[in-house]
């Protein structure tokens, strides 16, 4: 622990009691990434319950300089959750309050320790639902911290799109609202956006207000193989920009085929594969699926199967939710690393079949699969932490991936976020003229950068 911010832990004990912990495991598990990248545990964790304790701890934290880290349930990639200086982690996963369904409104408000399975599960008897799916079950106020988006993205957007307003407790403990349940406005700064990829450096998002979309009457899903990764990527590319409304588009690599047979009992062709899914009236899923099988062939597409039985849609998407941990049982000893970037639909094929090449030419084992309908992919790469070759490979590996996509006129990171992980690529992507203007908001807002310091960028 850091002695700097004793007095500041003795004041936060003595207001909240034993909601504060300092205790060593705690605050571990606290900060544990889904990464490589090393822990740096908070001084202490609070676990809070409502926004007021929240803005009270901040508080006493801003007149300490003490730093704050606000933590969902944990599921971020890039090192989000450490404490490189220390300082408090505020736990929100007892915030599940959802305050209101208005479902003549299509819209809902929820606490931001509400997880996305929670809210699709209160809104069962609606006919409504939240589509925003990255496939953990992360807390919404998580997902608008790192601008999350996930497997339904090409067709409903990412939180970018379905987030109409946000409470947020500020770095001196003000709570503001960020907008309304209007679907527009043009009245004064775009707040809501501003805070929505921000990773808790300029506040810490208390209450979500989202867009709910109408449950479709037909869902039809599919998958089909290709020869090899360009025709893939190519058939993709072919599909939206012929302006099929697909729902889903999924791209995954032998590789990961292999892993997902083995992990979730499966017996599928062990090539590169597209899941797809429609979402519509019974005849216009039938349509679409029926142009998307003759896209597919013109660039080798072959054995698609096509299905509207919920449950054969259902094994298909869980064995995609858990292509994570599908690769990583194919090393169970090895440390996992997974990264992404986003290209324009354009660029996909060559940014994907350049970054195949590469882990192939390093020796290396790491699975791609990809949100491909909107030009995003991941990598999971699987190595040896006590090989200084392997670390170095995954490190070159990484490197040329980022400046790869940025390169294309893409991103370094399509929805995992910067974190600690890929600060090094923001000037490159950015230019430093942006940079500095993202810093001086930093400073504006959060003058004694209590606020998540030492993310998205180097300090």
């Given at each position: ?5 004793s ?5 936060l004990?003595?207001t909240?009691?034993k909601?504060?912990s300092t ?7 606290h ?8 822990t740096?545990a ?28 606000a ?7 890039e ?14 996963s ?7 369904i ?6 809902a408000?929820?606490?931001a ?31 608008c ?8 993205a ?58 709910l ?7 039809g ?9 360009d025709?893939a ?7 939206i ?29 062990e ?11 019974a ?25 509207q ?14 292509a ?6 194919l090393?169970p000893?090895f ?6 970037a ?20 390093q ?11 909107d ?8 190595l ?14 990484l ?21 600690q992980?890929?600060r ?24 004694n ?10 300090e």
């Amino acid at each position: 622990m850091n002695e700097r911010f004793s007095e500041a832990i003795a004041k936060l004990s003595q207001t909240f009691g034993k909601a504060l912990s300092t205790n060593p495991t705690v605050r571990q598990q606290h900060a544990h990434t889904m990464s490589w990248i090393e822990t740096e545990a908070p001084d202490a964790v609070l676990t809070v319950t409502n926004k007021q304790q929240i803005s009270e701890a901040v508080k006493i934290c801003n007149a300490h300089k003490m730093p704050v880290i606000a933590f969902g349930t944990g599921s971020s990639l890039e090192g989000q959750l450490n404490a490189p200086h220390g300082g408090l982690c505020i736990d929100m996963s007892q915030m599940t309050n959802i305050v209101r369904i208005d479902a003549e409104d299509l819209t809902a408000t929820v606490e931001a320790g509400v997880t996305r399975e929670q809210l699709n599960e209160a809104l069962r008897h609606t006919g409504l639902f939240f589509p925003i799916d990255p496939g953990a079950n992360a807390s919404i106020g998580g997902m608008c911290a790192t601008r999350a988006s996930g497997t339904n993205a090409v067709k409903y957007g990412t939180m970018k799109d379905v987030v109409l307003c946000l409470e947020v407790v500020l770095p001196n403990g003000d709570i503001i609202k960020t907008g309304t349940r209007a679907k527009k406005s043009s009245a004064g700064y775009d707040l809501t956006r501003l805070m929505i990829g921000s990773e808790g450096t300029l506040g810490i998002i208390t209450e979500i207000t989202v867009k709910l979309f109408g449950q479709p009457d037909c869902v039809g899903s599919g998958l089909c193989h290709f020869n090899d990764i360009d025709g893939a990527c190519q058939a993709v590319m072919l599909t939206i920009q012929y302006g099929l409304p697909v729902a889903r588009l999924e791209l995954l690599d032998g590789t990961q085929i292999k892993a997902c047979n083995a992990y979730s009992k499966l017996n599928l062709q062990e090539t590169p594969t597209l899941f797809v899914e429609f979402h519509g009236t019974a005849n216009g899923v039938a349509e679409q699926a029926q142009i998307f099988a003759g896209i597919i062939e013109e660039f080798g597409g072959f054995g698609f199967t096509y299905s509207q039985d919920e449950s054969e849609r259902k094994k298909l998407w869980t064995a995609r939710h858990n292509a994570y941990y599908a690769a990583k049982a194919l090393k169970p000893d090895f440390e996992s690393l997974s990264t992404d970037a986003c290209v324009p639909i354009s660029r996909l094929a060559e940014c994907v079949g350049q970054t195949v090449a590469d882990i192939k030419e390093q020796g290396m084992t790491a699975p791609v699969v990809g949100h491909v309908g909107d030009g995003n992919f991941h990598v999971l790469l699987l190595l040896d932490k006590n090989n200084p070759d392997d670390i170095q490979k995954t490190k070159d590996i990484l490197s040329r991936l980022a400046k790869r996509a940025i390169a294309m006129d893409g991103t370094c990171t399509g929805e995992h976020g910067v974190g600690q992980g890929k600060r090094a690529y923001m000037a490159l992507e950015h230019g430093d003229e942006a940079i500095a203007v993202m810093k001086a908001i930093k400073s504006a807002i959060d003058p004694n950068n209590i606020m998540n310091p030492d993310k998205i960028w180097f300090e």
